[in-house]
Nanobody, 123 residues
Framework: QVQLVESGGASVQAVGSLRLSCAAS?????MAWFRQAPAKEREGVAG???????KYTESVKGRFTISKDNAKNTLYLQMDSLKPEDTAMYYC????????????????????WGQGTQVTVSS
């Protein structure tokens, strides 16, 4: 059983920065960040595996950085140059299985999800 607790969401102005955290209990292999804006489908943002290999959706490349502190079993998402279109509820997801990379940013990547943390970016 894996439990995930996100934190770090806030309201910021455009071009600002935020760092999201996701504290995990239990073994995880793949971990990922997703987001969901009102009336939109859940979207994969970034993923990372236990070897540190990362994957990003195109719209955040160069602005967001996913990382993991294995000692603390905590996942991070550093978000820079934020835009109003980044406004969404951000969710942490994780799975102990060896999930293929093509699945990392798809909602069915993972069996475990956090409750979400809200990010609001104003122009």
């Amino acid at each position: 059983q894996v439990q995930l607790v996100e934190s770090g969401g806030a309201s910021v102005q455009a071009v600002g920065s935020l760092r999201l955290s996701c504290a995990a209990s239990g073994y995880t292999n793949i971990m990922a960040w997703f987001r969901q804006a009102p009336a939109k489908e859940r979207e994969g943002v970034a993923g990372i595996d236990s070897a540190g290999v990362t994957k990003y959706t195109e719209s955040v490349k160069g602005r967001f950085t996913i990382s993991k502190d294995n000692a603390k079993n905590t996942l991070y998402l550093q978000m820079d140059s934020l835009k109003p279109e980044d406004t969404a509820m951000y969710y942490c997801a994780a799975d102990p299985r060896d999930v293929p990379s093509w699945l990392w940013l798809m909602p069915n990547c993972c069996n475990y999800w956090g409750q979400g943390t809200q990010v609001t970016v104003s122009s």
